[in-house]
């Protein structure tokens, strides 16, 4: 396993858990207590940093991160190669920020199935929005719903545009009836950060929607996601 760079970068002098400026004591008394606004993106990083190397000043680095990645959203759902290659980071400190993604999905996805997912649809958005917005791929899920809109299972269908390729109308239904489904949701993102559904997406969504009236599953929605945004069919009355 590779050696993390970044610990071999400290100096001589360091001595384990000093803040002679008093930097990450004020960093840390911002963060418990203050709101959410209290620590700015590069901070959070610094913050996250900090857990991985004790002895440095991680300051240029997040902001060389934030730089390269355009926003906090954007180095944490960074590709883990990518990060550790990154000039200054490496596995450990790529690591301390992928922990804070995998550990954010985990808590969005356990509260989409605590409630029906109609009830809670910004709940919803949030677990997709963390999970797929910032994907370099389209990638293709079905959520199917039983009779409380609960959730039964996340399908992650495939990786691809969204076409009968991907994505086949029978085969669809054919899942939802085996796994006792009533409903249905289907969810693709956008690379392109523009979540505007093309027509492709249109067709595709009303031929499942058609083929599922005929067996009893409702396709409640298709959410279409983006770094910009999102988008909901339903709401837009494409379906």
């Given at each position: 396993?590779?050696?993390?760079?970044t610990?071999?970068?400290?100096?001589?002098?360091?001595?384990?858990?000093?803040?002679?400026?008093?930097?990450?004591?004020?960093?840390?008394?911002?963060?418990?207590?203050?709101?959410?606004?209290?620590?700015?993106?590069?901070?959070?990083?610094?913050?996250?940093?900090m857990?991985?190397?004790?002895?440095?000043?991680?300051?240029?680095?997040?902001?060389?991160?934030?730089?390269?990645f355009?926003?906090l959203?954007?180095?944490?759902?960074?590709?883990?190669?990518?990060l550790?290659?990154?000039?200054?980071m490496?596995?450990?400190?790529?690591a301390?920020?992928?922990?804070?993604?995998?550990?954010?999905?985990?808590?969005?996805?356990?509260?989409?199935?605590?409630?029906?997912?109609?009830?809670?649809?910004?709940?919803?958005?949030?677990?997709?929005?963390?999970?797929?917005a910032?994907?370099?791929?389209?990638?293709?899920?079905?959520?199917?719903?039983?009779?409380?809109?609960?959730?039964?299972?996340?399908?992650?269908?495939g990786?691809?545009?969204?076409?009968?390729?991907?994505?086949?109308?029978?085969?669809?239904?054919?899942?939802?009836?085996d796994?006792?489904?009533?409903?249905?949701?289907?969810?693709?993102?956008?690379?392109?950060?523009?979540?505007?559904?093309?027509?492709?997406?249109?067709?595709?969504?009303?031929?499942?929607?058609?083929?599922g009236?005929?067996?009893g599953?409702?396709v409640?929605?298709?959410v279409?996601?983006?770094?910009?945004?999102?988008?909901?069919?339903?709401?837009?009355?494409?379906?």
């Open positions: 396993m590779a050696k993390d760079p610990l071999f970068d400290e100096a001589p002098s360091a001595k384990p858990g000093t803040d002679p400026s008093g930097h990450r004591s004020r960093l840390r008394q911002r963060l418990l207590e203050g709101n959410d606004e209290a620590l700015g993106d590069h901070e959070v990083i610094e913050m996250l940093l857990q991985a190397v004790p002895r440095r000043d991680m300051k240029p680095l997040a902001r060389t991160l934030i730089d390269r355009g926003s959203a954007g180095v944490l759902t960074a590709d883990s190669r990518t550790a290659a990154h000039p200054g490496g596995e450990a400190t790529a301390a920020l992928k922990i804070v993604s995998l550990a954010a999905r985990r808590l969005a996805r356990q509260r989409i199935r605590e409630a029906p997912v109609l009830s809670s649809w910004q709940t919803l958005i949030d677990y997709l929005t963390i999970d797929m910032h994907l370099t791929r389209e990638r293709v899920r079905v959520l199917y719903l039983n009779a409380r809109n609960m959730l039964i299972l996340d399908d992650h269908v990786d691809g545009s969204i076409d009968e390729a991907a994505i086949h109308p029978r085969e669809v239904i054919r899942r939802a009836l796994l006792g489904a009533t409903a249905l949701i289907l969810v693709h993102n956008h690379p392109s950060g523009n979540a505007q559904p093309s027509r492709a997406d249109i067709e595709i969504t009303n031929r499942i929607a058609e083929a009236r005929l067996l599953v409702t409640h929605d298709h279409v996601i983006g770094r910009e945004g999102h988008v909901s069919l339903r709401a837009k009355g494409l379906i």
